[in-house]
């Protein structure tokens, strides 16, 4: 069925950079649109941004020009890249699999900190 | 897109049947059949529980199943157990490949 873990969170300060990864197994990753979903301490669930299997991108309004999320299908990882981290990008970050228009596998998710 | 709406808590008796509501709009979920659910143990990787509206996906209990009216749509635990408490969220397609969430419920088994 599959299995997705993610990495790279941690605790960075205002305005630094981080990098997730997501690494997929079980499954043909390359097939996949692939989604960035994050929780913010008690707040609901918000999409971050989403790779196709093309490699068409898209991002949130709250993210955009400031995240980068890009795939590595021979490596079958899915990674995130944030910059300019603001001190609400603090979440606990879900990379998931999208299929037919639901989520259908998702990690543990990586808690990334932003804070002085 | 403003977020789905759904009741902070439930709660039931084990046995007892708990049914959490999720409110949209006429553009996400009264425009596409495409509502899902997934059920949330803080610390887990989230679960999807129902999708397009009604399905399971196998290995999920009959126990859950998911309905829609025009812009809301409901998952219904029946028979509720122990390990059935958790958090829930509804998610629905909203057209131009983006997705939009509901607000989270705390199911709480009494």
């Known amino acids: 069925q599959g299995q997705l873990v993610e990495s790279g969170g941690g605790l960075v300060k205002p305005g630094g950079s981080l990098r997730l990864s997501c690494a997929a197994s079980?499954?043909?990753?390359?097939?996949?649109?692939m989604r960035w979903i994050r929780q913010a301490p008690g707040k609901g669930l918000e999409w971050v941004s989403h790779?196709?299997?093309?490699?068409?991108?898209d991002y949130a309004d709250s993210v955009k020009g400031r995240f980068t999320i890009s795939r590595d299908n021979a490596r079958k990882s899915l990674f995130l890249q944030m910059d300019s981290l603001r001190v609400e990008d603090t979440a606990v970050y879900y990379c998931?699999?999208?299929?037919?228009?639901?989520?259908?596998?998702w990690g543990q998710g990586t808690l990334v900190t932003v804070s002085s | 897109q403003s977020a789905l709406t759904q009741p902070p808590s439930a709660s039931g008796s084990p046995a007892q049947s708990v049914t959490i509501s999720c409110t949209g709009t006429?553009?996400?979920?009264?425009?596409?059949?495409?509502v899902s659910w997934y059920q949330h143990h803080p610390g887990k990787a989230p679960k999807l529980m129902i999708y397009?509206?009604?399905k399971r996906p196998s290995g999920v209990p009959d126990r859950f199943s998911g309905s829609k009216s025009g812009n809301t749509a409901s998952l219904t635990v029946s028979g509720l157990q122990a390990e059935d408490e958790a958090d829930y969220y509804c998610?629905?397609?909203?057209?131009?490949?983006?997705?939009?969430f509901g607000t989270g419920t705390k199911v709480t088994v009494l």
């Open positions: 998931a699999r999208e299929y037919f228009y639901r989520f259908d596998l």
């Open positions: 079980g499954f043909k990753f390359s097939e996949y649109y």
């Open positions: 397009e509206v009604t």
């Open positions: 998610t629905s397609y909203a057209g131009s490949n983006s997705y939009v």
């Open positions: 790779i196709t299997s093309d490699r068409t991108t």
């Open positions: 006429s553009s996400d979920v009264g425009a596409y059949n495409y």
